[in-house]
Each structure stands twice: as structure tokens, then as C-alpha cells.
């Protein structure tokens, strides 16, 4: 991501030999960049771990609105503490990777698609999102789902869900154009068509990628993940707070449900392959603060002390939080050692050879 950032940046348009197969993130990094004039690339790496951190932090207005379609006020405030304060969010966000602006374009749309006068607006986001991460292109189902159900007494719902796909298209089209040129196909609608076509294959012919080899590799990963990502403040929430969604069933949990499920196809697919990393669950963790209100509701609604055992939840989602992070945090003097380490050798040596900062060498 950096440097094709770094590179749109001084060309001043895309690079025409190659491209990332998701670029968005690279593309807005690339149009902050000159605004800022660093001697070293090491400066410019902190300035993306910033704005990254920007990202999942202004993340908390989109949840609290979307909170607000099931709860009042007070539990739309605690499900924004919950991801303020959930460790794995504050461990990504520093990292400077896909994933906060990813999370928060996702939780704009859940909410946009929601505004009767500006849902068509939600599909836009959903393109950017998919330019960002190519799995976006299930959040766009997902909301065109929602969209459709939502409005299925319109008697003009058939042209307004065509005009749904209309835009998402439109939007995508200069950066699929682009990807063609450069690639061969547009790295989104050709990628899922390359995916099918190639798990399509006998499972001898794909070393087991394929196939029920393949299917028994996703459940067993899937769940186990998902399980792992949970930990330490989803981990009770969730699971119950998903049995009382579906006990007292109301048309507004589909609004939860749909998203879910669309977006979960890649994920099943990611540990399939298997890409053994909890982080592809990270934007599903908006979602995750929703239901766990559930559970938490239920909690302090069957208690004589509701105020007392409110503050026990936050004070304890808290700690739990501050200390998970603090227990996995990131040693960043450590690489700041580093990359002068690196920068060093680079500048010196003669040949080359791996070590722990090999990493930091360009």
C-alpha cells in the first residue's frame, strides 16, 4: 500500500506498469501525502498509521447512529465505547493497512442505506468500499438486499434496484478500466470468476484447494477465528446476544442479519484457503457492538440495580480492552530501530541477506 501510495504521489496520476489488486486505500494515502514534505519515508509510514487511526476513530458516529435504529441513547453511547475501546480495533489501527477505512466505509452504507431520501447514495460508498477491499462487492449485496426488502411495497422498486446496480457500476468502471489495462481483468468481477472457475477443478488438480478438502478446510478455520477474534469483549456478548435476535424476531434485525451473512461469504473463503489471520473479521466488528447490546440489555433489565450494573459493563469493558492491547501492542521504537538499521545496511552493504528488519528495506 505504501508504495504504490508514494509512487501515485509523485507521479502525480496511477502508475501504468502495475497496480495493487485493492488500491483505494493507496489512492487517498496518495493524495495526502503532498500535502506533507518529510525528509524520510519513515515519517510518511507514521503519517499512514495516522490517518488510519483517523479513520477507525471517526468510525464511532456511523455505529452510533446505526445503533440508534434498536436502542435508545445510553446503549448507542456503550456500543461506541465497546469499539473504542475493543483491543484488536486499537492494535489495527495503528498499522496503517485497509482495514479502518474499509470498516468505516461499511458502516457509513449500513446507515446511509437506512435514510429514505439519500439510500442511493450507500451503493456509491459500497463501490468505494469494493475499490478498497474487492470484498466490498458482498456489502453492495448486502445492502441491495436490505434496500430491496425495505421497499418492497414501492411500486417503483424494479427500476430503483436496477438503478442501484447502475451506480454502483458507474462508479467502479474507471478504476475497473484501469485494472484491465494493467492486469487483465478488473481484479473484482474477474476475480470472483477466476475463484469459482479454479475451486471448480477435482481437488487433485488444486493440492486440495477445491472440493470438499477445500469446504471441510473453511469450517474448520471459519469458526475458529471468528471464535479467536471474539476474545476478550464479544466473546459472551455476541453469541447470546444473536440467540435473543432471532428469539424475539423483529423485521428491523435484518438490518443485522443480511449484512452478516453477505459479508461473511469472502471470510469463509479467506480461511478455506486458508489465510489463518483474525483481522479479516475486524469490519464485521461494528455489527458485533449492535448485538452484543442485546445481551447486555437483557443483563441489566433482569437487575433491581441498572445504573450500577451499567457502569460494572464499562468500567470492565475498559479494563478488559486497555489490557488485551496493552499484552499484544506493537513495539514501535523497536522498528524505529529498525528501519535506521535497515536504512543503514541498505546505504552500505555490499550484498544481501535476510534479517528481523529485513522488512524496512526498500
Request: glycine share 6%; with cysteine; charged share 15%.
Amino acid at each position: 500500500y505504501f508504495v504504490y501510495a508514494v509512487d501515485t504521489s509523485r507521479l502525480g496520476h496511477l502508475p501504468q506498469l502495475y497496480t495493487p489488486a485493492n488500491n483505494g486505500w493507496s489512492i487517498f494515502l496518495a493524495m495526502i501525502f503532498p500535502v506533507f514534505q518529510f525528509d524520510n519515508g519513515l515519517n510518511y509510514m507514521q503519517l499512514q498509521r495516522t490517518i488510519s487511526i483517523i479513520f477507525s476513530s471517526i468510525t464511532i458516529i456511523p455505529i452510533y447512529f446505526l445503533t440508534k435504529q434498536f436502542f435508545e441513547k445510553k446503549y448507542a453511547i456503550l456500543s461506541v465505547i465497546i469499539f473504542v475501546f475493543e483491543p484488536r480495533i486499537i492494535i489495527n489501527s495503528g498499522l496503517g493497512i485497509t482495514d479502518p477505512l474499509y470498516t468505516f466505509l461499511i458502516s457509513v452504507s449500513l446507515v446511509v442505506v437506512l435514510n429514505k431520501r439519500f439510500a442511493l447514495v450507500s451503493f456509491g460508498i459500497a463501490a468505494i468500499a469494493t475499490m478498497v477491499r474487492s470484498e466490498g462487492l458482498f456489502l453492495f449485496i448486502g445492502i441491495f438486499i436490505m434496500y430491496g426488502i425495505k421497499n418492497r411495497n414501492d411500486t417503483k422498486i424494479i427500476p430503483k434496484l436496477i438503478l442501484t446496480i447502475f451506480i454502483f457500476i458507474l462508479i467502479l468502471s474507471p478504476m475497473m478500466i484501469y485494472k484491465t489495462s494493467i492486469q487483465g481483468d478488473d481484479r473484482i468481477f474477474g476475480r470472483v470468476a477466476e475463484t469459482i472457475e479454479f475451486h471448480s477443478k477435482p481437488p487433485e488438480e488444486t493440492n486440495g484447494n477445491s472440493g470438499i478438502p477445500f469446504i471441510l478446510t473453511g469450517l474448520e478455520n471459519f469458526p475458529k477465528y471468528l471464535g479467536w477474534s471474539m476474545i476478550p469483549l464479544f466473546i459472551v456478548f455476541v453469541p447470546i446476544g444473536i440467540i435473543i435476535i432471532f428469539k424475539e424476531w423483529k423485521k428491523i434485525n435484518s438490518i443485522i442479519i443480511i449484512p452478516i451473512i453477505t459479508m461473511s461469504i469472502p471470510l469463509f473463503y479467506v480461511y478455506s484457503i486458508p489465510l489463518l489471520e483474525t483481522r479479516y473479521i475486524y469490519f464485521l466488528f461494528p455489527l458485533f457492538c449492535i448485538i452484543s447490546l442485546f445481551t447486555i440489555k437483557k443483563i441489566i433489565e433482569k437487575t433491581k440495580f441498572q445504573n450500577i450494573v451499567m457502569i460494572l459493563i464499562f468500567s470492565s469493558i475498559i479494563i478488559a480492552g486497555l489490557s488485551f492491547s496493552e499484552y499484544k501492542k506493537i513495539d514501535y521504537d523497536s522498528q524505529e530501530y529498525g528501519f535506521l538499521v535497515s536504512d543503514f545496511l541498505h546505504n552500505s552493504a555490499k550484498g544481501v541477506n535476510n534479517f528481523k528488519y529485513s522488512g524496512f528495506t526498500v
